[in-house]
C-alpha cells in the first residue's frame, strides 16, 4: 500500500494513472448527473411551502457542500507540499482552487435566485451567505498568488500559507445557522437525529451530490495533468512522451 502511494506521488506515475482514471470518473459523473437531475426535476414531489422553486437545491446544495469540500483538500495539499515538498501535492493544491471556486460561485448565485422569490431580496448580509462570499475571495486570493509569483515553488508556498489560514472560514460556514440568527434555515440533510427531507427529495440530492464529486475528481485530474507537464516539461520522461506524440 505504502509502495503504491510512493508511486503515486510520482508525477510521471501520477500522469499516466490520472489518464486511465478519467474516463471512468467521467462516466460515473454523467450517469449521476441523469439520475439525479431526473429524480429531483421530475419524480421528486413539489414542496408543501415552496412549491417547485425548492427544486433548485439540487444544484445549490451540492455547489454549497463541493465549495467546504475543496477547499479543505485545497489547504491539506497546500499543508502537504509545505511540510513534506512533495510535488504532486502542490500540483493537487494548484489544481482545486479554480474548481472550488468556481462551485462557490455556482452556490451563491443559485442561492440569490432562490433567495428573490423566497426572502424578496438577491442579497442579505446574512452570516451563511457572507461566510460564503469570504470562501470565494479566499479561492481567488490563492489563484492570484499561483499566477502573480512566477516561481512555481514560491507560488505554492504562498498559496498553501493563505489557504491555512482561512481554513478558520470553513466551521463558520458551517456553524453559521447555528451560532447566529440567519435568514438562511438550519441543516436538513446533516441533522443527527434524521434529515428532516422527505426520502423522494433526498435521494436526488444524494446522487446530485455524488455527481458533483466525480466531477470535481475528473476536473481535477485534468487539471493536475496539465499542470504535470507544465511544470516537469524539462524532465527526460516529458520529452519521450513528447517524442511518442510526434510519431503518433
Known sequence: ???????????????????????????LFAVLLIVGLYG???????????????????????????SLFIYVVMAGAGAIGLIWRIKLADVVAASSAPIGASFTF???????????????TWWVWDARLTSELILLFLYLGVIGLYGAIED?????????VLALVGVVNIPIIHYSVEWWNTLHQGPTVTKLDAPSIHISMLLPL???????????????????RCEVLERERHAAWTQELAKQWEHQ
Open 40 to 66: 429531483g426535476l421530475v419524480l421528486a414531489p413539489a414542496d408543501y411551502q415552496q412549491g417547485d422553486s425548492f427544486r433548485i437545491i439540487y444544484i445549490h446544495v451540492p455547489s454549497a457542500w463541493m
Open 1 to 27: 500500500m505504502w509502495r503504491f502511494f510512493h508511486k503515486l506521488a510520482s508525477p510521471r506515475y501520477f500522469y499516466d494513472i490520472a489518464g486511465h482514471l478519467i474516463p471512468w470518473l467521467g462516466g
Open 152 to 160: 512555481k515553488r514560491s507560488a505554492s508556498r504562498a498559496a498553501a
Open 106 to 120: 455556482l452556490a451563491l448565485v443559485t442561492g440569490s435566485l432562490w433567495g428573490k422569490p423566497m426572502w424578496g
Open 206 to 224: 444524494l446522487a446530485m451530490a455524488l455527481a458533483f464529486m466525480f466531477y470535481y475528481a475528473t476536473a481535477l485530474l485534468l487539471r493536475a
